[in-house]
């Protein structure tokens, strides 16, 4: 369980009351970075006269914690509740104390109640405090060493100083501070995208916009959970007489494109147009900042709300990110946190992530290591490498195989049954078999095509930029995740269907053959029949499910059909092995069948055959291990489980990245 998640709400409740573990609320404030307008209601509270040290109703106010153009922040002690509490001061304007009533989420600012001053025009607004501070504190801490290595103690550092500041004491024996410092920077940035898409999830599901997502939005407890607070200019469609233009604003670094299009007087668009997705976009300028120190899109200094302003502003964003700004990416970050980010970014509404829950689901495939580069691997790493080249690696995997096994075949039969035929019996036989070699193997690569066509001509043309509806891309994962075992049956019954051949070929050839030479025969195809299913599974299979299957895996599938197969195809991979480690055991028993006088000869061929079975069951093994790793992986990717915890990992490098 997630141990940043509240199991009850009164294990909450119980740790409000000691006051040691609210999080800090922060006014909108202006940001003094390289462009930091705010938009909102034009009502100041600038008149309301109160300050620390006095008392406000039932808050005794103990320390200012912001200020901004609408509000003032304080922490203060509620006397009726023995509790401390961030008390919010503003005028009795907005419905930010309605809307945030309705948010109860781990990830979100818990509101208390609110109060009216009547006579004053005053609202207090009474919810957490947390002493953490905000991610603006953070982002300040990377932008003065932004040639530092960081990981996710750059975040704990930030927060502690926080504390430092407010005299509070640092909590010890954390798991999730344990957690944060054993992640890089990229991950620690994909943990809090995570918490906070699902806290955008939450309020959307709730009818509710945020419209102002930027880092001194997001408030930090003691050991590093972000909660999102403010929802000043929030919208909220459950509310009678709401309306989506009533206080609109925001930051304007952080809008997205439909956002400043609304701001502007002439671009079309209306407030009533933007919906969660447009906070998905300002949550992804953000996190692109603190994982770069830098916005991804570079508006002009002394960018203002002036038409020409937004006008540029809103013109920049209509185009995806450049490459220039992506090599701004540090070089530890995941091909996946780069393509969840983009996503997020897209001029398009229609092609962001739809929701936050699908979002969180993809900042959690970041944190997963094995998971994620498998779905987006590495640059230059050999599965991309490998990608193009399916066909002749499956053909390779399954013949090479066959041909050693078909080799010994003939050796072992030759010296055993086919050299004691006459000589014109030898020729007949011989002529009969290049026949049928003749017939089967173009026979077998017309198989062979056709079991393998759907997964690699739609993996390929996703390659190319083509879209697919889904039930063409199911049948191309299952007709993937199925492959090796249809390559292994078909081959597998060609080796017997072969052996019924040849057997009638011999008795045509040779009159009488002896019982024995049946047995052998017989004996010599058990083994090549298990070198037939074993080894081109594991090598066919291995291939697939990391160089084809991934690419057939739409971003933030879920799928219980997928996460069946995929538990089936490791169950059965067991059993393959098996069937590897016996072909050894299987070769030596049968010799012990063998005349004492017919036993030398073929001793050479069954030490090579027992040797070159080790080596291989050595192999196969190693591929069976880095299968269960990667189908347990997929599985999660399919099932939407999260992945095990970064802190107890083993940062390995991969098999074959």
């Known amino acids: 369980m997630d141990p940043t998640v509240r199991s009850t709400p009164e294990a909450t409740v119980a740790a409000d009351s000691t006051g040691d573990s609210y999080p800090r609320i922060l006014s909108p404030e202006r940001i003094d970075d390289e462009l930091s307008s705010s938009l909102g209601p034009s009502e100041a509270v600038g008149d309301i006269d109160v300050d620390v040290g006095q008392r406000i109703d039932d808050f005794d106010l103990l320390m ?80 003065k060493a932004p040639q530092e290595p960081r990981g996710g103690q750059v975040l704990l550092d930030a927060i502690d100083s926080e504390l430092e500041a407010k005299g509070e004491i640092r909590p010890t024996d954390s798991s999730v501070r344990a957690e944060i410092a054993a992640l890089s920077w990229p991950e620690t940035i ?36 972000p909660k999102l607070t403010d929802f000043n200019i929030s919208f909220s469609n459950r509310l009678d007489g709401m309306s989506p233009v009533a206080y609109f604003g925001g930051s304007l670094a952080y809008m997205s494109p439909e956002q400043l299009a609304a701001r502007h007087p002439n671009k079309p668009g209306t407030a009533a147009d933007l919906d969660t997705r447009s906070d998905i976009f300002a949550l992804g300028v953000m996190l692109w ?47 996946t946190l780069r393509r969840v980010l983009l996503t997020c970014l897209e001029p398009d509404p229609r092609d962001r992530w739809p929701t936050g829950a699908d979002l969180a689901q993809q900042f959690e495939l970041c944190l997963d290591p094995q998971a994620r580069d498998l779905v987006d691997p590495p640059h230059g790493s050999w599965r991309l490498r490998l990608r193009p080249w399916a066909v002749p690696i499956i053909v390779a995997g399954i013949l090479v195989p066959n041909a050693l096994a078909g080799l010994y075949n003939y050796t072992h039969n030759r010296t055993l049954i086919v050299s004691k035929l006459s000589l014109a019996a030898q020729d007949h036989f011989g002529q009969i078999q290049l026949v049928i070699t003749v ?104 291939y697939v499910v990391r160089c084809v299957y991934p690419v057939l895996l739409p971003p933030g599938i879920i799928s219980g059909i997928d996460a069946g197969l995929l538990r089936g195809l490791e169950r059965r991979s067991t059993r393959y092995l098996a069937v590897a480690a016996s072909i050894p055991l299987v070769a030596i028993a049968g010799a012990t069948f063998l005349p004492a006088e017919e036993l030398g000869a073929v001793v050479v061929p069954i030490r090579v055959l027992c040797l070159g079975a080790i080596v291989a069951f050595v192999g196969a093994y190693w591929m069976f291990r880095q299968l269960e790793q990667d189908l347990h992986a997929l599985e999660r990717v399919v099932s939407g489980e999260p992945g095990p915890a970064l802190s107890l990992r083993a940062h390995t490098p991969a098999a074959l990245s």
């Open 289 to 335: 900042e603190l994982l770069t120190g830098k916005r991804p899109f570079r508006d002009a200094i002394d960018a203002d709300e002036s038409d020409a302003s937004l006008g540029t502003m809103l013109d920049l964003r209509r185009h995806r990110v450049g490459q220039q700004i992506q090599a701004e990416l540090p070089p530890d970050c995941p091909a």
């Open 64 to 143: 200012r914690l912001g200020r901004g153009a609408f509000a003032r922040v304080f922490l203060a002690r509620q006397r009726s509740m023995h509790r401390l509490v961030a008390v919010k001061v503003s005028r009795d304007h907005g419905t930010e104390p309605q809307t945030m009533a309705q948010l109860d989420h781990d990830y979100i600012v818990r509101v208390f109640d609110q109060r009216q001053l009547e006579g004053l025009g005053v609202k207090l607004l009474y919810m957490q405090y947390v002493p953490g501070g905000t991610l603006l504190a953070v982002l300040r801490r990377i932008r």
């Open 439 to 542: 017939i089967t193997f173009p026979l077998m690569a017309v198989l062979l095509a056709s079991l393998c066509r759907r997964p690699i001509r739609v993996s390929r043309a996703l390659a190319r930029g083509h879209v697919f509806d889904a039930r063409t891309l199911g049948r191309a994962r299952t007709d993937a995740l199925l492959l090796g075992d249809r390559v292994v049956v078909v081959f597998f019954a060609a080796w017997w269907v072969a052996t019924a051949v040849n057997l009638i070929l011999l008795h045509v050839a040779g009159g009488t053959i002896q019982l024995g030479a049946y047995l052998h025969f017989l004996a010599s195809t058990v083994v090549c029949g298990a070198i037939a299913v074993a080894y081109p599974f594991f090598l066919v299979t291995f």
């Open 190 to 225: 994909a943990w809090l995208g995570r918490r906070l898409a699902e806290a955008l999830d939450h309020a959307s599901r709730h009818g509710v916009i945020h419209r102002d997502i930027k880092p001194a939005n997001v408030l930090l407890t003691a050991e590093g959970v």
